[in-house]
């Protein structure tokens, strides 16, 4: 079983971050869509990788506000 990068929670399904490389489970992506930064974050992965910047760490992750 994978556990989640973010919260250590194990899960069956996971996805990769916009925000840095680590893969999340899907309570953790839903956070990260309703995050501020969110369409900031998707617009500078899609911007790496139109310039073949393959290994694009992402924005960095910062929770919105307190949290867990
Ligand atoms: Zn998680």
Redesign the pocket.
Known sequence: MKT?D????P?KTWTMSMFNTQE??P??KEEERKHPRYQEACKADREAIKRGDYNFKGVGWTAPHSQR
């Open positions: 989640c973010r919260c250590c929670f899960t999340i489970c309570e953790c």
